[in-house]
């Protein structure tokens, strides 16, 4: 039997949304083990002066823990 946990991410990105979520799973299985999946909850667009700054993507990563 396996036991799952959920933790939410904010990653973000100059470029694209899918940069952001590429930069989040990135850096979550640098410190998760079993990272199973990922659930895009929200995603958000800053602007300064007229103009897109930031992609923001709120994350849900899954991943297993250990026995």
């Known amino acids: ?3 799952a946990k959920v933790t939410e ?3 973000s990105s100059p470029k694209r949304f899918q940069d952001a979520i590429e930069q989040g799973i990135a850096r979550a299985n640098k410190t998760l083990e079993n990272v199973t999946g ?3 909850k929200d ?3 800053d602007i300064v002066n007229g103009a897109i700054s ?3 993507v709120v994350m849900r990563i899954t ?3 250990k026995d």
């Open 54 to 56: 930031q992609y923001r």
């Open 63 to 65: 991943f297993i823990l």
């Open 38 to 40: 990922v659930w895009i």
């Open 1 to 3: 039997m396996s036991i």
């Open 9 to 11: 991410i904010i990653a």
């Open 43 to 45: 995603q958000k667009i």
